[in-house]
Every structure is written in C-alpha cells, then in structure tokens.
C-alpha cells in the first residue's frame, strides 16, 4: 500500500507542479499582455498626434496660398500702375524740352 500511496503522492506532485508551472506561464501572458496594450495605446497616441500636426500643416499651406495669391494680385495691380506711370512719363518725356522747362520751372 505504501508504493500505491507513493505513486498517488508523486502524481499529485507532478499534477501540482504543472498546475504551477502553468500560472506562472498565465502570469506571465498577462503581464506580457499589458505592457502591449501599453504600448499600443502609446503607439495610438502618438498616430493621433502626427495626424493632428498633419491637420494643421495642412492648414498652414493653405493659409501661405492664400497669402500668394494676394501677393500675386499686389504685384500684378502694381505692375499695372507702373506702366500706367511709364507710359505717363512717356508723354512728358515727349514734350517739346523747351516748353516742358517753362512749364516745370526747370532752367
């Protein structure tokens, strides 16, 4: 009876020890487990933000757009008035020299 008794006791020993190896081996599935949602959440908070600088690039070149084609439109309405004044200094440039001295005083 004794060897049945020792072969039930080494059983159980063998039963006992499995049942610890395998939570240990839960134990760590769990832990393993949550540094990866740690990680996944970082990972996720980190694509939002890159998503929201994109956003406001984004933004930014439009704003820098608009601002070039406003500037465009100055350079172009000045380009305008400058021939405007050439084609002006074009017609006093073409008066007589000596009635242009008289009428601008310059003798």
Known sequence: MSSLADRNNAGLDQALTAMTDLADTVSEVAQRTTAVSGLTRQSLDLAHGGVKRAEL?????????????????????????????GGIVGVISSIDPALQRRQTCLH
């Open 57 to 85: 690039a984004g933004e930014g070149m439009e704003e820098i757009m608009k601002s070039f084609v406003a500037t465009s439109k100055a350079i172009s309405a000045m380009s305008n008035q400058m021939d405007e004044i």
